[in-house]
């Protein structure tokens, strides 16, 4: 069990280097204030939503170490995954509209924002001072900014003297594990954290989306359906009682209605009409992979034993709300669009700009 765990880790770095390579870090600049905006509301209403439901659920308020549990939880609630809305409105012949240009923007900068509100939410519950995290999270994010340039021009480099070369790959993965372990090791905030932004330094390159497929090749081949593997076997349902089942519908619900509220009520104050805001929402609220990472990297902290938790199973919700909202977001966006063509093609919305090689680069997540 326990080298299934440990390359179980190994798998989730690969999962979130890869999701760093795919975010256009050029279009990351480029977004309006429109979609910031509607990026920091899906982020922040779901996670709020989601710490309230667990801390009621656990009646951990006042207590410090459900408070960390719950935070995680919404943490969890924050994550987005593009891809099946992307593949959706590509097919519905959406995507370069309005509405898609808005969703596609925010989702870009949902992923970074997620992964800074975990590293925050990991520095506090090992270190207990906030001061001391964000001053942490602060010099890693410069270290990464400061080492990251360098070493992206180091990578130009050799991306021109060995174009597409196994070399540049080994560079790239290299890169990916001294982040993580920089991460963790000195600046106390998620492993995750250090391969997200290792593979943001090198996203929008030449060879980035060769990199990407030997990352995910090399990844899928054994680490990363360890990684799934693991999760499967976490998962405790001789403990799921009725109070557990209760907590999973209320925690789908949560996650789905954060990210409308959230996306949507923000699309609307930035001029969306309402049919339209809505849409904006429903195409926010699938989940994927990169949720059930945020819950393998909060594991330790989550404890789903009957007495502290009181039959609570972070888990289980997690992958109920992956399925659900998997379900329900083309149906949603299908029903939205349907017999409407002012959804999404009243022109471009103010401050939303995106380029066409930004959503060649978009991959659905698995």
Known sequence: MDVLQSFSQIGVIFILFSSGLETDFRELKKSGAAATAIAFAGVLVPMALGTLGALIFMNGFGDHAKLMNALFVGCILAATSVGITVETMRELGKLNTKVGTAILSAAI??????????????????????????????????????????????????EKKYPHKRRTS??????????????????????????????????????????????????????????????????????????????????????????????????RLFGFTGRESATVGCGMIARGEVALAVYATGQSLICRNGDTVTGIDPLVATISLIVISSILCPVLLKVMFRGSDAVGNGGKAPEVRIHSEAIDNVHPEG
Not at 121 to 137: E, H, P, Y
Not at 138 to 156: D, K, M
């Open 109 to 158: 900068i949902d992923d970074v924002i997620g992964i800074i509100a975990l590293s925050l939410v990991t520095g506090i519950s090992g270190k207990g001072n906030i001061w001391l995290t964000l001053l942490r999270a602060a010099g890693f994010f410069v270290f990464t900014v400061g080492i990251g340039y360098l070493l992206r021009l180091l990578f130009r480099w050799l």
């Open 170 to 267: 080994i560079f790239a993965i290299a890169m990916c594990f001294v982040f993580a372990y920089c991460a963790e090791k000195f600046f106390g905030i998620a492993a995750i954290t250090g391969a997200y932004m290792a593979g943001l330094m090198l996203s929008g390159l030449d060879d980035t989306s060769f990199v990407d497929r030997k990352v995910v090749v090399s990844g899928y081949m054994i680490f990363t359906p360890m990684f799934f593997a693991y999760i499967g076997i976490s998962a405790d349902f001789s403990s799921f009682t009725l109070h557990g089942l209760l907590f999973a519908l209320v925690f789908v619900a949560l996650g789905i209605a954060g990210k409308i509220i959230g996306c949507g009520g923000m699309a």
